[in-house]
């Protein structure tokens, strides 16, 4: 379950609101979820697929 902020607006001395921009809710960005997808499949995707390409490429140079 998420709990979610309320964000307090800004207002004047006036009383009236000052909103010159969206306010935005900070949330995890793209750098966090792929810090997470790669911790979760590192050993499952993405080192086999690193092994199986390094081990093709040697087998080129070798036969080459």
């Not at 960005?29 to 997470?36: D, I």
């Amino acid at each position: 379950m998420t709990s979610l902020k309320q964000t307090q607006l800004p207002i004047n001395k006036d009383g009236s609101l000052d909103i010159k921009s969206p306010i935005f809710t900070p949330r995890p960005g793209w750098g966090g979820k792929l810090k997470k997808w790669l911790s979760r499949h590192f050993e499952s995707r993405i080192l086999p697929t690193v092994s199986v390409t390094v081990l093709a490429i040697g087998v080129y140079l070798i036969i080459k």
